[in-house]
């Protein structure tokens, strides 16, 4: 009996001596970075704001769905019959249908973006003095894109800024901190562009080294600072903005004989700022060339209403253009009796998807600019006009334009923003703040043909995710509860 | 009985005590074919006295002439002879009975009459009933509680099993799988670099097992068994023996066997032929506005199928073909005094039924134990095996053969004027996409190298104490390639593309034990272990692709012009540490205990919540043991069995959308996956919860089991109940955090149910045998703590309800005036309405999870024949169609084609009574809604799994040959189905979780064999 005791004895101290102790089990992730550990250096700040670009170009914000969504509802952009993304919003069939979720992808990828620059401005790192311009620019970028961020969720949730006298209507929650127990309420429409106003001008006094046009610059954030005040109506600080960006000299308009290449091959002279699509970080078949092209998901065509404003012999935005013949015959022809597809983003072959993006170029800048001087105080009307026939000239060299004024000229200014901006994400926001009607003539489906300003399906619906989880969040009108 | 047991536990403690007894008797004892049995234990009948025989079957005893000896052996039919005046006394010992077979538990063994769990154990018999790539296709019908589903019938494809039921909602449901002690990678997400699997449906690194060489596997089902597991062995064990070698001569096995399978299910869907089609396509264009006449649409339709090369393509019908299965399997097996081994080889070649689907597996293995002294004993087995798989895509993909087969249009010809695959409709038909051409053209191929070796060593310390130290290894390697051409398909924009990935995942274990087995007082019989154990996984992938492939020969990624988007490569592990303990405790074989206890350990989870403790307790009581039933005399084993305990469930998943990697789930992280412009970024990717820790689950289990009528029939009956608790779910955060979710332990859910299994020998004679047995299953799934309910998919879980009971629109039919698809505008059934928006999703009574299923067998032997039959059922469930609303989508994609059902039953005249609506084309009227109970079909089935006949060659013929035995044998699986639902159109097998979703349908299967023993 003493011997089996000792025995055992002896079995169990070979257990626990073979035994790996607490070390074993702590195994550390090798391709990630716990969160103590990280933004303790400017490398790490650089690699943070590289990942807030990286947001940014997914498919779900500037890489498609942020440049296509406000087209399609507007009239010259159509879906065609096969059409599946974004069908629900372009035909204002109400609330989404479970497989399409466009509106929770903005919502959740553009919170994403927010979350990681509030990580990048909340830090409380503090670099050597060398290192302090570095850090300050990377902080700026982060302060532009959480203004940009809450200004596309607030354009693409909430009713425009004019809805209410004083923009007291329901916008989306401002996010400055993380809190992950947080179930905030949604800001007001003019909370939200208080907050967007106060990052842009943090942006611009942070951002003192000159960078590339695929990062933010002082001048991208003043040339998008001006695009939110002309959305707010205050149109004197839209238009001193404007000013600054063009007087800063770094950014001249292409000429008519490149205009289509500042889309294929990106890095024009007049791109302010727009999303680099290289060849690895590009998103292949759901890039936004894709969703007008024959050879992607071909979903929308250009509506007769968009080819009544440009005439492809004169004006090279004209030729932004394919022909399809499968679009043959029946009230799918085009202005030739051919169907069409938009090319703006042409992007092809083993080089698909790798045309850069524009969030804002000069030209938009200038169309600012102009609209601005008609729309305030006191109209500047020989300044807009300027600016409207440096855009308009430059596309149609060959025409020579008669003067115009009051009304006209405004209305010219308007009809040239379709013409220049056409699927660069614009249109229901312009229908919107200048409280326009829908009118579709080249209307897809019965029932999304006329849509009267106000009209609560000219934005979209709060995800039903957030709504689940979020109690204090409010859906917005038509959309159900 | 008693006696028995009694000289079992002589066996034990391997003590002689010997008495004085007048003489000596010695013999040999043997099997039926002469070879020695090592270890049979020899008792005086009537007394305590006996011994057990040595290596070579000899024994000697001191006994009195008028003395009876009794011999008893594992598996063989005890014998009582008279000694009389002999001295030698030599006996063939003979039969098996059930009663004492030992079974492999966790890290030990018992007798099957000492269990106080529930197991089942499935031998290499009921294994080779059913022919297939993975052991685990056999083991469905044949025990209760189980239930196996071949989700995809593609060669080598996964099989899905869940134990008593689904006792998670996001962690793993599927078992843990334990292959001669050592836990196995096994589910088909942990080596997923691409979408090659189909989610897990299409592959199944348990392919890489050869079935021939198992010798039987057990499945362990409750806490008793389980718990020794610890916080794995939430979900059940199955425990996989492999052979071993017997002392005695070499014994060679051949086995060779071929088939022929076609889809076992009648009625699947036709694909439209052209007339069809073109009527469809022309109706369509007009009902929807887009031409005033069918002959203005004629025009458009002949300039997208232009005349001269229109086909009339039966896809389903080119893209199937009749399956062949080959296997040939070479075994040798024997042993001497120190060294017995069991080699063997393998080679299976299958061809799906889809044309150019298959699976191909070399692979051997080598069993080796020996002897070094006598308390040391080393082994080996070591296994290596190689495939490689050839698959198809699955689900609503546009390369998914069951899906394209009916929505290609069939005026797109196979192929072109030039002889190519036809790609011509690349510009408005589905990317130009031609199924038959990707089938041959382009490459979805998987190769898998696995090695797996255990090694152990155990040493007797002193009698019944016993240190073994076991080490073992599972290295697997699989690589992905993936190629579309650069003409029509997938790859047409790109000139092409190719994807390779390779995982690799290296698993070792260390496992030391001690074990003591003592029997006190002749009366009370102790079995003690204890262990420790260290394991670690590994998992590295790379993945990485190419576009542009100029010539279309070459589809190699070294070809490619350009490299591709992202490479992927990630590199993970975990790591398990572990103390566990498990008593055993009988008393004179009546009265059973047992106690098991683990601490776990696990990298999987927070600093502060890495450790948890896991038990169980069971106790069983022999009744028929008991004198007050000595004199029921048709009963011959009568036992109660009770166990409780709590296990738990480790198996967190990765989060495929957000990227986030299972074993870190508890951090809160920065990831870098991202880039930009060329440069490389960071984003927040978890959110991290430092308590995140296991399911655990509470386990009561309530059997009895019975054998009687001479041992003619046996049964058992269990109830179960798995209270499933700390349930681990996406805990939904608003989504202005930044983050969709954070992963907590929240959520309760209960499954309870009865198991019955019966078998009984109706008719038992010398030459003729008859069998009958029945298994059956009930079971009851609850979600009883929610805080919110969640909507997944078709499904809502909330609450109080059926975790898979379906959350979906109540479809009404067709309006006969209008052609209109109708819904019910709320659960009341009251109203209808032909706009989705005005009708709500309601529950409707209908889950996925059956009422109850289970299983039929009839077998039967005249002499050297023998017929095994077997029938498996489920009943009331429901399954759902999942491609339904794109292949039946009254004319919502356009101008995709659809099938014969759909066009034969579709709306056109006013008045018409019809199942589907009117078709135009470009329809949004969303009556195609997917979670709506349209696409909802009952799934009650009953299938005749298996009727097999086998007839051995006479002994006196091949003995001629030499041979030991011959046995030719013919299987037929699958050859009858009914389903209660004459609407559904895909094979009621085939979902796990009520969800069909366009796999390769199953099989039915015509195999020949001939298994020859030399």
Known sequence: MKHLIKNILAGCLFLIISSCGEDFLDIQPQDSISNSQFLQTLDDFEAAIVGGYSQMSLADWYGRYFLLIPDIMGEDIKANASANRGAAWALFLGAPTTTQNENREFWQEIYQAINLTNSIINSDFTPIASQQAALNQVVGEAYAIRALAHFDLVRLFAQTYSFTADASHIGVPIVTEFDVDSRPTRNTVAEVYAQVIADFQQAITLMTIGGSNTTFTREAAQALLARVYLYMGDYNNAETLATDVINSGNYTLVDSANYADQFLVGDSPEAILEIAMTATDNRGSDHIGGMYKETGYGDYLPAQDLFNLLDSLTDVRGTLFLRDSNLDGGIYAGVDGFGRRVNKWPSAGSAIATDNVSVIRLSEVHLIRAEARMRKGTPDEAGALADLNLIRERSAPSVTFGALAGTALLDEIMLERRRELFAEGHRIFDIARTGSDLIRTDCPAPGSCTRTYPEDRFILAIPQVELDSNPNMVQNASYGS | ?1014
């Not at chain 2, 061809?351 to 070399?362: A, I, L, P, S």
């Not at chain 2, 059922?873 to 794109?886: E, I, K, L």
């Open chain 2, 1 to 1014: 009985m008693k006696k028995q047991l009694l000289s079992f536990l002589i066996l034990l403690i391997t003590a002689t005590v010997l008495y004085g007894q007048g003489r000596t008797v010695s013999g040999t004892i043997t099997d039926e074919e002469g070879a020695p049995l090592p270890g049979v234990t020899v008792t005086i009948k009537g007394t305590t006295t006996g011994t057990v025989t040595d290596i070579d079957g000899n024994y000697n005893i001191s006994v009195n002439d008028g003395d009876i000896l009794v011999f008893n052996f594992v598996g063989f039919d005890s014998q009582e002879m008279a000694v009389g005046s002999r001295s030698v006394l030599d006996v063939a010992m003979s039969g098996a009975t059930e009663l004492s077979e030992v079974i492999i538990v966790g890290y030990g063994s018992q007798r099957q009459e000492d269990l106080t769990g529930a197991i089942k154990v499935v031998s290499a018999e009921k294994l080779a009933e059913v022919p297939t790539t993975s052991f685990q296709d056999a083991l469905q019908g044949n025990a209760p509680g189980i239930q196996v589903v071949a989700r995809d019938g593609a060669p080598g494809a996964g099989i899905n099993i869940r134990v008593r039921g689904i006792g998670s909602i996001n962690a793993s449901n599927e078992p843990l799988y334990v292959i001669d002690g050592l836990p196995i990678t096994s589910s088909a997400a942990d080596v997923d670099a691409t979408d090659f699997d189909n989610g897990g449906r299409s592959a199944n690194p348990l392919s890489a097992l050869n079935p021939n060489d198992i010798e039987n596997i057990v499945i362990l089902k409750d806490a008793a068994s389980t718990a020794i597991y610890g916080s794995r062995g939430a979900n059940g064990v199955i425990l996989i023996t492999t052979k071993t070698g017997k002392k005695g001569p070499a014994k060679i096995n051949f086995q060779s066997s071929f088939g022929f399978s076609d889809f076992a299910f009648n009625n699947l869907l036709e694909p439209l032929n052209e007339a069809q089609y073109r009527q469809l396509y022309l109706e369509g264009k007009v009902a929807a506005g887009d031409f005033a006449t069918q002959a203005e649409a004629q025009v458009l339709y002949d300039s997208q199928f232009p005349i001269e090369t229109r086909g009339d393509t039966d896809w389903l019908d080119e893209m199937t073909q009749t399956g062949k299965t080959q296997q040939y399997d070479l075994s040798v097996s024997g042993g001497s005094d120190n060294l017995t081994y069991y080699i063997s080889g393998s080679y299976l070649n299958q061809e799906g039924t889809v044309v150019n689907n298959k699976f191909d597996r070399y692979s051997s293995r080598i069993n080796l134990s020996g002897r070094v002294s006598d308390k040391l004993t080393i082994s080996n087995n070591l296994n290596l095996s190689f495939s490689n798989q050839r698959g198809i895509t699955d689900g609503t993909r546009w390369q998914a053969p069951f899906y394209l087969a009916y929505l290609m249009s069939p005026a797109v010809p196979v192929f072109d004027e030039l002889g190519r695959y036809y790609g011509d409709h690349a510009s408005f038909f589905m990317g130009g996409n031609n199924p038959v051409g990707h089938l041959n053209e382009d490459k979805r191929e998987r190769e898998q190298t696995r090695i797996i070796d255990n090694l152990s060593a155990s040493y007797e310390i002193m009698d019944g104490l016993t240190f073994k130290s076991a080490w073992s290894f599972d290295l697997l390697q699989v690589t992905d390639y993936l190629f579309a051409n650069g003409r029509y398909g997938d790859g047409r924009n790109v000139g092409g593309s190719a994807q390779e990935a390779t995982t690799g995942v290296t698993n070792w274990q260390g496992t030391q034990t001690l074990t003591y087995s003592t029997t006190l007082s002749n009366q009370h019989n102790l079995d003690v272990l204890l262990g420790y154990e260290a394991q670690e996984v590994k998992t590295r992938q790379v993945d990485t692709g190419y576009e542009g492939f100029s010539h279309p020969e070459l589809k190699l990624l070294s070809v490619g012009a350009n490299p591709q988007a992202e490479t992927f490569r990630s590199r993970t592990a975990y790591a398990f540490n572990s103390y566990f303990s498990r008593v055993n405790y009988d008393f004179e074989g009546k009265y059973f205990g047992s106690v098991s206890l683990r601490r776990d350990g696990s990298s999987r989870f927070g600093p502060d919540s890495r450790w948890g403790t896991f038990w169980s307790v069971g106790g069983g009581w022999t009744i028929s043991n008991e004198n007050f039933m000595q004199g029921v005399s048709f009963i011959d084993n009568l036992k109660l069995r009770v166990s409780y305990g709590v296990t738990g469930n480790a198996n967190i998943p990765n989060n495929t959308t957000t990227n986030e990697d299972g074993n870190f789930r508890w951090a809160e992280l920065w990831g870098f996956t991202p880039d930009y412009d060329g440069e490389p970024g960071a984003i927040p990717l978890t959110v991290g919860n430092s308590s995140l820790t296991w399911e655990t689950q509470e386990n009561l289990n309530v059997g009895l089991d019975f054998y009687g009528f001479n041992n003619r029939v046996n049964g058992t009956v269990e109830y179960f109940k798995r209270i499933s608790s700390d349930l681990l779910l996406e805990d939904p955060l608003s989504s202005t955090t930044g983050f969709p979710a954070v992963f907590d332990n929240v959520g309760d859910m209960e499954n309870s149910g009865v198991e019955i299994g019966i078998s009984a020998d109706v008719i038992s004679n010398n030459d003729f045998l008859l069998t009958v047995g029945w298994n059956q299953t009930f079971i009851t799934n609850e979600i009883t703590k929610l805080d919110e309910p969640i909507v997944d998919g078709s499904f809502r879980r909330e609450e109080g309800r059926d975790f898979q009971e379906f959350y979906v629109y109540g479809w009404a039919g067709v309006d006969p005036a209008t052609g209109d698809g109708l819904f019910y505008t709320d659960e009341t059934k009251s109203e209808t309405t032909n706009d989705k928006n005005e009708a709500i999703r309601f529950y409707d009574g209908k889950s996925a999870t059956p009422d109850h299923f289970g299983s039929f067998t009839l077998s039967a032997s005249y002499k050297a024949f023998s017929l095994t039959t077997q029938f498996n059922y489920q009943f009331g469930n429901y399954v759902r169609d999942a491609p339904g609303w794109v292949i039946h989508g009254d004319g919502r994609f356009t101008p995709r084609s659809t099938s014969t059902w759909a066009f034969e039953n579709r709306w056109t005249t006013p008045g018409q009574e019809s199942i589907f609506p009117r078709h135009f084309w470009g329809n949004r009227q969303e009556w195609n809604e997917r979670h709506s109970t349209r696409y909802l079909f009952e799934g009650d089935y009953i299938r005749l799994r298996t009727v097999r006949l086998a007839y051995d060659l006479p002994t006196s013929f091949i003995s001629k040959a030499k041979l030991r035995s011959v046995q030719i044998s013919t299987t037929f699986n699958n050859f009858w189905t009914w389903v209660k639902d004459d609407n559904l159109h895909f094979d009621p097998e085939q979902t796990i979780n009520g969800i069909y979703n366009t796999v390769t349908p199953i099989s039915k299967t015509a195999t020949f064999a001939i298994n020859i023993g030399f």
